[in-house]
C-alpha cells in the first residue's frame, strides 16, 4: 500500500465512551496487530513498482528449483504474488551500460552494451499452486512433465565477418515468433532450448531492407527483438530448462546470457563484462533436474567449446574433463538420464568448402570428444540414454548400435538453415565420433519448426517433428538408448 501524509485539520469533539466498550474494541483489535506484525516480511516494499514489466518468466535450476524472472524499465522490482500472498522480488541485475570488450565484430561494427533494464528474480516453492507478476499469470512446473518442447538456435542471425544478414523483418525467413506461438499451441508442460537465442551481432547494411532497422550488439534492445519479444507467447506457455550456447559465450552475448537467463544465483565476476574474467564466465556445472519416474535432465554448459579441438594446455581442456566427472557423478543418482548440451557429439551436418566449392561431412563437436573421450572412449556415463543438442540449423535423429546414447538435435527454430545437404544415408564408414556404429538416422533440412516429446513409459518416449502450421512432419520413438523415425529425409 503506497503510505501517504495524513494532515488533520480540525480535531472534533470525541465522544465519552464507557470503559467496557473501549476494553472490547482493543481485544477484537488485536488479531489485526498482530497479523500487521507478523505482515511486512511477506509484503513488497513501499518502492516496488507496480508496472507491468517487459518480460516474465520461469525457469528451472538445479534440482528443478523454479526461478521466477522479471525485467523492467522501472526503478525498482515489481511484486510477485505466490498462492495469494505478495512478496519482493530481489534485483539481479542492475541497470547498466558495459564499456566495449574485445567482440566478435570488427572494430567498426563494435560498441559497449547497454543494459537499460532491471533483472529480478524470486525462488518459488515448489508446491506453488498459482503465481503472478504486475497480473500476469506465471507458469509452474509439474513434478513429472509429460508433454515437452524442444527447441533452438532461434535469433535472426546478422554477423558482418561472414556477410550474412537473415530477413529478420519478413516472419517466413525469421519465423521464431510463429514456432513460438504454435509451440505454445502444443499446451507442453515444459519447455527445453537448446542453445543459441542472440544472434544481432552486426549493424544490418543499407542495401539489406530485410533486416533494416534493426537492433543490434549484445545489449536489451538486440536481446529483447531475438528472444523475449519472439518469445513471448511460448515463455508464457510453460517452465523453461535452458542450455547455453556458443552465442552466449562472453566473446559474445554472455553478459545478456548471465543476466536473463542462467538459473543459478549471478557471481561477481561470473557476468562476462570483463575479458580478464572469462575463464569464469565462460564456463559452469552441470546440474540436473529432476523428471519424474526415476529420470534426469543433466544441464551441460558447452559455450566455449571448439570444434577444431583442444590442445590439453588449453583451459577448456581440463574445464571440459571436470565437467565429465561431474556429469558422471550426477547420472549415478537416477537410473534414466536425458542430457541437454547445445554441441551435439554424435550429429552429422555438412558444409561446402570456401576454397574449392566441394561439400565437406561436419561431424560431432571435436573439443568436447577430446575431453570427453580421454576419461570415456563412449563418451557420455553409461547411464545417460538420450542426448538433446541443437548448434547445427536443422533436426536430426541418430541412434546407434555401439554404446552410445541416441542423439537429437533440435537447431531449427528461427535461425537461417544449413542447407547443404547431408548425405543420406551418410557414406560408408562416415560417422560422427569414432566408434559410434549408426544404426538409424533420420534427417529435416531447410525447414523450420520444433519438436515435441510425449512420455509413453519409464524410458520411452514419442517425438513429433512439427512445422510452422504444426503439421506433424516425422514420428520417431525413443526406447532406452535406441531411437528410431518413420522417415529417413523429410521433404
Known amino acids: ?47 516496488a513498482s507496480r508496472e507491468v514489466p517487459l518480460a516474465a518468466y520461469v525457469l528451472l535450476g538445479e534440482e528443478g528449483v523454479p526461478q521466477a524472472r522479471a525485467i523492467t524499465a522501472a526503478a525498482s522490482c515489481p511484486a510477485i504474488t505466490v498462492d495469494g500472498q505478495t512478496l519482493a522480488m530481489t534485483p539481479r541485475a542492475q541497470p547498466a551500460t558495459i564499456a566495449q570488450r574485445s567482440a566478435n565484430n570488427p572494430p567498426e561494427d563494435a560498441k559497449p552494451s547497454a543494459f537499460p533494464v532491471l533483472t529480478c528474480e524470486a525462488t518459488l516453492p515448489r508446491q506453488a499452486a498459482s503465481a503472478s507478476i504486475a497480473g500476469q499469470a506465471l507458469p509452474l512446473p509439474k513434478a513429472a512433465p509429460q508433454r ?5 538456435d532461434t535469433g535472426c542471425r546478422l554477423l558482418k565477418k561472414e556477410n550474412s544478414y537473415q530477413n529478420c523483418n519478413f516472419a517466413g525467413e525469421y519465423p521464431f515468433v510463429k514456432v513460438a506461438e504454435q509451440a505454445a499451441a502444443w499446451h507442453p508442460d515444459l519447455v527445453i532450448h537448446v542453445g543459441d537465442y542472440h544472434y544481432r551481432e552486426s549493424p544490418c547494411p543499407a ?84 523428471l519424474g519416474q526415476d529420470t534426469q535432465l543433466l544441464v551441460l ?70 575431453s570427453f573421450g580421454s576419461l570415456n572412449p563412449a563418451l557420455f556415463p553409461a547411464g545417460v540414454q538420450t542426448v538433446l543438442s541443437g548448434h547445427v540449423h536443422l533436426w536430426e535423429q541418430i541412434s546407434f548400435a555401439s554404446d552410445h546414447p541416441s542423439q537429437l538435435v533440435a537447431g531449427f527454430s528461427g535461425t537461417a538453415e544449413d542447407i547443404v545437404p547431408v548425405p543420406m544415408p551418410p557414406p560408408p564408414g562416415v560417422t560422427p565420433a569414432p566408434g559410434a556404429a549408426i544404426e538409424h538416422i533420420s534427417l529435416w533440412q531447410d525447414g523450420f519448426g520444433y519438436m515435441t516429446m510425449e512420455r509413453q513409459g519409464v524410458e520411452q518416449w514419442h517425438i513429433e517433428v512439427h512445422d510452422l502450421q504444426g503439421r506433424v512432419r516425422n514420428r520417431c520413438r525413443v526406447d532406452g538408448r535406441h531411437s528410431a523415425c518413420e522417415q529417413l529425409l523429410v521433404r
Open 1 to 47: 500500500m503506497t503510505i501517504r501524509a495524513w494532515y488533520i485539520t480540525r480535531i472534533p469533539a470525541l465522544p465519552i465512551i464507557p470503559v467496557t466498550k473501549i476494553l472490547r474494541l482493543a481485544l477484537l483489535a488485536v488479531p489485526a496487530l498482530l497479523a500487521a506484525c507478523a505482515g511486512p516480511a511477506s509484503l513488497p516494499t513501499a518502492s
Open 207 to 290: 542495401d539489406h531492407p530485410g533486416c533494416a532497422g534493426s537492433p543490434w550488439g549484445y545489449g536489451w534492445d538486440a536481446w529483447q527483438a531475438d528472444f523475449f519479444a519472439p518469445g513471448a507467447a511460448l515463455l508464457k506457455a510453460a517452465p523453461w530448462v535452458v542450455a547455453r550456447g556458443n552465442h552466449e559465450s562472453c566473446l559474445r552475448a554472455g553478459q545478456g546470457w548471465w543476466r536473463f537467463l542462467d538459473p543459478r544465483a549471478l557471481q561477481a565476476g561470473r557476468d562476462c563484462n570483463r575479458e580478464a574474467d572469462d575463464d569464469l564466465g565462460n564456463y559452469s556445472d552441470p546440474y540436473a533436474i529432476p
Open 301 to 370: 554448459d558447452t559455450a566455449n567449446t571448439s570444434w577444431h579441438g583442444f590442445q590439453p594446455s588449453d583451459v577448456a581442456w581440463e574445464k571440459y574433463r571436470a565437467n565429465y566427472r561431474q556429469l558422471d557423478a550426477l547420472s549415478r543418482r537416477a537410473p534414466h538420464n536425458l542430457v541437454l548440451m547445445h554441441h551435439p557429439l554424435l550429429a552429422l551436418g555438412a558444409d561446402t568448402d570456401k576454397s574449392s566449392g566441394n561439400m565437406f561431412i561436419i561431424k560431432g563437436d571435436l573439443g568436447l570428444q577430446q
Open 148 to 152: 515437452i518442447v524442444v527447441i533452438g
